[in-house]
């Protein structure tokens, strides 16, 4: 069955300091891939979204995300971060066997030292 | 544009009571719709999706059910609400188009059962 795992539950680092969120899936074919980031009593905001071409993708807010078919991964990126990132952050995958299932990992917290 | 509305945005319910979520849909036909449920440090998880009218697929067991009796009208529902049923509930449609394949979401739904 298809899913999506994000290992790191929490992480915590200081502003202005570099950010990798990782997230592998496990699919047959190549899925459409998304970042999303949820901050504290808000909805859901898309990031950026990967479907095929550039394995790099850059998405809002001065993130990125590389696709690497060899190691179904699609870590999220950001070289500076800022205190306002502080948020939840879910990958996620589209299936589009099966009429197509939107499938989340189980998020990662991240919090912003100053 | 395309648009989804989720109601309502808070609700508290006393153990044993029903309970009724509605979600619907502008600006689309035919979408593939989901329910979510967002428990505390628990990550998005996926309850039914429904790829048509009176399509409904379960994803877990649980103490819900859904219904869509229009294109696009998803509804969550539960005779007897039980402790565990408390959560946030977020309504989800995604378009497939290629490089514009998206996810919407509602607002989502904080349900406390007392």
């Known amino acids: 069955a298809q899913s999506v795992t994000q290992p790191d539950i929490h992480i915590t680092v200081s502003e202005g300091a570099s950010l990798e969120l990782r997230c592998n899936y496990s699919y047959g074919a190549t899925p459409y891939l998304f970042w999303y980031v949820q901050s504290p009593g808000q909805g859901l905001q898309l990031l950026l979204k990967y479907f095929s071409g550039d394995t790099l993708v850059q998405g809002i807010k001065g993130f990125e995300a590389e696709f690497k078919r060899s190691q179904s991964s699609f870590n999220l990126r950001k070289p500076s971060v800022h205190w306002s990132d502080a948020a939840e952050y879910f990958c996620a995958v589209v299936t589009y066997n099966q009429g197509g299932k939107l499938i989340f990992g189980q998020g990662t917290e991240l919090s912003v030292k100053p | 544009s395309q648009t989804i509305h989720q109601w309502p945005a808070t609700l508290v319910q006393p153990v044993g009571s029903p309970l009724s979520l509605e979600c619907t849909v502008e600006?689309?036909?035919?979408?593939?719709l989901y329910w979510y449920r967002q428990a505390a440090g628990r990550g998005l998880q996926l309850l039914f999706y429904s790829v048509g009218i009176g399509q409904i697929s379960s994803e877990v067991p649980q103490n819900l059910s859904a219904s869509r009796p229009q294109d696009r009208q998803f509804i969550l529902s539960s005779k007897k609400l039980l402790l565990s049923d408390s959560g946030f509930y977020l309504c989800?449609?995604?378009?497939?188009?290629?490089?514009?394949?998206?996810?919407?979401f509602g607002q989502g739904t904080r349900l406390t059962v007392v």
């Open positions: 600006g689309t036909s035919n979408p593939n």
């Open positions: 989800a449609w995604w378009f497939y188009g290629g490089s514009n394949t998206e996810a919407f």
